[in-house]
Each structure stands twice: as structure tokens, then as C-alpha cells.
T-cell receptor, first 112, second 111 residues
Framework: NAGVTQTPKFQVLKTGQSMTLQCAQDMNHEYMSWYRQDPGMGLRLIHY???????DQGEVPNGYNVSRSTTEDFPLRLLSAAPSQTSVYFC???????????FGPGTRLLVL | GNSVTQMEGPVTLSEEAFLTINCTYTATGYPSLFWYVQYPGEGLQLLLKATKADDKGSNKGFEATYRKETTSFHLEKGSVQVSDSAVYFCALDTNAGKSTFGDGTTLTVKP
């Protein structure tokens, strides 16, 4: 099992550009989530999904879109990047009814 | 809403010292409580968890007890090692996929 994988590992964008952060898991987990981590702060939930075709907003959803067309994939889209979106982004997954989350290695995003 | 408050860092200890990182929470219902560890350049890894009051989670010499009366889940280790240097996050979960994390506490252990 590869677990939770994220691509790219690092990305530099200019303000206004769009991009998609990829997340995939091969554990057949129903639940997937996106978090951002900023210096000196914990993880804040952006969006989450409890199954294919079902997504919901977390604490800080503005500026981000998600979709869940398959169980395995949960991409995060930045529609028009802003410097405030400079952060480290983590994807996580877990099985329904089990509390333990498995995290990907993260994507470091810099918006200039 | 739910919230988690962790002891502010950074924390610097000598090898073999005793470690306590305080964590208190506010939540509706009966949350599950977690400690995650993040090593430099990596994602978070589950360290230990407790799912109901008075449960004790333990792993790798770390322990934490779910105290409902004080809404706390303090992390302890009797003798830290240099390899324990990392950022530690306390977290709670009451709904599927919606975890709430503390701000993290950076631990540095010196030889």
C-alpha cells in the first residue's frame, strides 16, 4: 500500500493562477479531508468528503473547490491563487467508523 | 464550536527528562481525542488516541488519559530521547472527517 499520496510536493504560483493539488489513497477509505497548515498554527479543515459524490465545507473553504468522483481521489482546486493561500496542504483519509486518520506527506505552496 | 488549546511552545528538554504537554478541549457531545506527531518535512502520524472518558492511550512510551471532568488530554513521557524532537498536535473528533487540531507544540530534546 502506498497509503495517501500527494502531488506535487512543492509548487510556486503567481497571484491569479489556478492549479489542482492531487490526493489519492489506496486503502479504500470512505472519508477524505484537506487541511492547511500555517506557521504556528494547527491544521485547519478546508473541505472534506464522506464518500464518492459527497463533499462538504470545513473551517476555511473560501477560494478552494473539491470534487470526489471516485473513492480513491480527492483533488483540491485553487481557482485564483492569492498570497494568503501560501501554506502547506495535507490530505488525509480514514475508514468510516474508525477515528484514525492517515495523512499524506503534504504539498508546500508558495503564491507570489 | 469545538476547540483545542495546547500548551504553548517551544519546549526544550534535556535527554531523559520528563515531558508534559498540556491539552484541553471544548466540544459538544463525546469526542475522541488524539495526539499526532509531525517530524520535520513529514505529514502527521497518529501517536495515540482515546475514545471515551478515563481511557488511557499509550505508544512508544508516551501516555495520555482522557479526563472528562477537566476536559483534558495531557501528553506525558517519563524519559525523552533526542529522536522525540518533533511537533506534537492534540486533536479531537466528533463528526466524520471533521477533526479539530490544536496549534501544535514544538519539542526539542538536547543530548
Amino acid at each position: 500500500n502506498a497509503g495517501v499520496t500527494q502531488t506535487p510536493k512543492f509548487q510556486v504560483l503567481k497571484t491569479g493562477q489556478s492549479m489542482t493539488l492531487q490526493c489519492a489513497q489506496d486503502m479504500n477509505h470512505e472519508y477524505m479531508s484537506w487541511y492547511r497548515q500555517d506557521p504556528g498554527m494547527g491544521l485547519r479543515l478546508i473541505h472534506y468528503s464522506v464518500g464518492a459524490g459527497i463533499t462538504d465545507q470545513g473551517e476555511v473553504p473560501n477560494g478552494y473547490n473539491v470534487s470526489r468522483s471516485t473513492t480513491e481521489d480527492f483533488p483540491l482546486r485553487l481557482l485564483s491563487a492569492a498570497p494568503s493561500q501560501t501554506s502547506v496542504y495535507f490530505c488525509a483519509s480514514r475508514r468510516a467508523g474508525v477515528e484514525t486518520q492517515y495523512f499524506g506527506p503534504g504539498t508546500r505552496l508558495l503564491v507570489l | 464550536g469545538n476547540s483545542v488549546t495546547q500548551m504553548e511552545g517551544p519546549v526544550t528538554l534535556s535527554e531523559e527528562a520528563f515531558l508534559t504537554i498540556n491539552c484541553t478541549y471544548t466540544a459538544t457531545g463525546y469526542p475522541s481525542l488524539f495526539w499526532y506527531v509531525q517530524y520535520p518535512g513529514e505529514g502527521l502520524q497518529l501517536l495515540l488516541k482515546a475514545t471515551k472518558a478515563d481511557d488511557k492511550g499509550s505508544n512508544k512510551g508516551f501516555e495520555a488519559t482522557y479526563r472528562k471532568e477537566t476536559t483534558s488530554f495531557h501528553l506525558e513521557k517519563g524519559s525523552v530521547q533526542v529522536s522525540d524532537s518533533a511537533v506534537y498536535f492534540c486533536a479531537l473528533d466528533t463528526n466524520a472527517g471533521k477533526s479539530t487540531f490544536g496549534d501544535g507544540t514544538t519539542l526539542t530534546v538536547k543530548p
